[in-house]
């Protein structure tokens, strides 16, 4: 039983590690379970004759690549579009052989992203993208309307739509709130693998594991919104555990915590020093009862901006309970030192 354990361990090693070490995935595995590389060659083999992986190069240059199992791609008019019958119809069947929870998943995600497109876009056509291997799928949605930071960024009329990136990051922000909670692009970030939005000049990406999540302007605008979502063909996470990480005693799951990247607040260079910085960063954060902040790639902070978050909001705010992470040791004095005014009057 052990052996046949630890020959299921090393086959998903292998599938989960292929895609970054294409070239010496036979060493890796060899150093990570301390077997010899003919072992791991067998293992190959077998991957080769079930037609998941394909070789290419001889043996002292071999390079592996996970095969392709699953791939379509369509398009379909946004008018009169319903997103569950567009997963029931076209998408599901493609992703029957996954496990319960994974299609869970990617039905939540899926449907989400394509509402979005329906409601928001204010384009004609969607465009359909599903790839998958043994170890990953991927998804893409892809539609012609007017871009979704650009959107965020006009009607909510904030300053450019890297700021859009920042408030869609908080959570709970939609621009039709009679019929949106603005959860949705929230959630999906957070139970996938991997999360991108290119839209206009912006490319926004959240991963998992990753401290951060991170901003690219591109080189040249994109009309549209192209989403792009990647999930483990063997995620443990289900969607109860990943929405529970944003309740707190909530029995209905409501939506009380988030999670803001607080560089997400920094304009290129720039350094987060200012009031203004720190108000646009704080906007919308009283809709919560826990704001974590997070401070990775942020090496210091200004007084100015330490004070209006930790000292005055915090005052203003006494229902919503900030805990910032990842901090570096000037910005943990910056803040130490603003919440030790906090009973005070000076500014």
Not at 130 to 137: D, F, L, P
Not at 257 to 279: D, F, I, N, Y
Request: one cysteine or more.
């Amino acid at each position: 039983m052990a052996r046949r354990r630890k020959g299921k361990d090393i086959r998903e090693f292998i599938l989960r590690e292929l895609a970054d070490h294409p070239r010496d995935i036979v060493r890796v595995t060899a150093d990570h379970f301390r077997i010899t590389r003919q072992a791991v060659s067998r293992y190959m083999k077998e991957f080769i004759s079930e037609k998941l992986v394909t070789a290419t190069g001889n043996t002292s240059s071999r390079t592996y690549e996970l095969h392709t199992l699953y791939q379509e791609q369509f398009e379909v008019p946004l008018k009169g579009l319903e997103e569950d019958v567009l997963w029931r119809e076209r998408v599901q069947p493609i992703l029957s052989g996954l496990p319960k929870n994974v299609q869970d998943i990617w039905q939540y995600c899926f449907t989400e992203m394509v509402n979005n497109a329906v409601d928001h876009s204010d384009g004609d056509t969607l465009g359909i993208s599903v790839r998958g291997n043994a170890s990953t799928t991927e998804i893409h949605v892809d539609d012609n309307g007017i871009g979704i930071f650009r959107k965020i960024k006009d009607e909510c009329g904030l300053l450019d739509e890297h700021h859009a990136v920042l408030e869609l990051a908080k959570g709970k922000l939609t621009t039709d709130p009679s019929r949106h909670t603005g959860e949705g692009i929230f959630f999906t970030s957070r139970l996938l693998d991997e999360f991108g939005i290119l839209s206009g000049e912006v490319f926004f990406s959240h991963a998992l594991g990753e401290e951060e999540d991170w901003i690219l302007s591109t080189n040249k605008p994109e009309n549209g919104t192209l989403v792009l979502m990647f999930l483990s063909n063997r995620s443990n996470d289900s969607i109860i555990e990943v929405f529970s990480k944003f309740t707190e005693d909530s029995e209905d799951y409501g939506f009380n915590k988030t999670v803001v990247p607080v560089r997400l607040a920094r304009h290129g260079a720039e350094q987060l020093v200012s009031r203004s910085q720190a108000r646009r960063l704080l906007a919308r954060l009283d809709n919560f009862n826990i704001v974590v902040l997070d401070f990775a790639a942020v090496e210091t902070i200004g007084q100015a901006f330490a004070d209006q978050i930790f000292r005055i909001f915090d005052r203003e705010h006494p229902n919503v309970s900030l805990i910032p992470i990842h901090m570096s040791r000037a910005v943990e004095n910056m803040i130490l030192r603003a919440r030790s005014r906090r009973h005070t009057g000076s500014e």
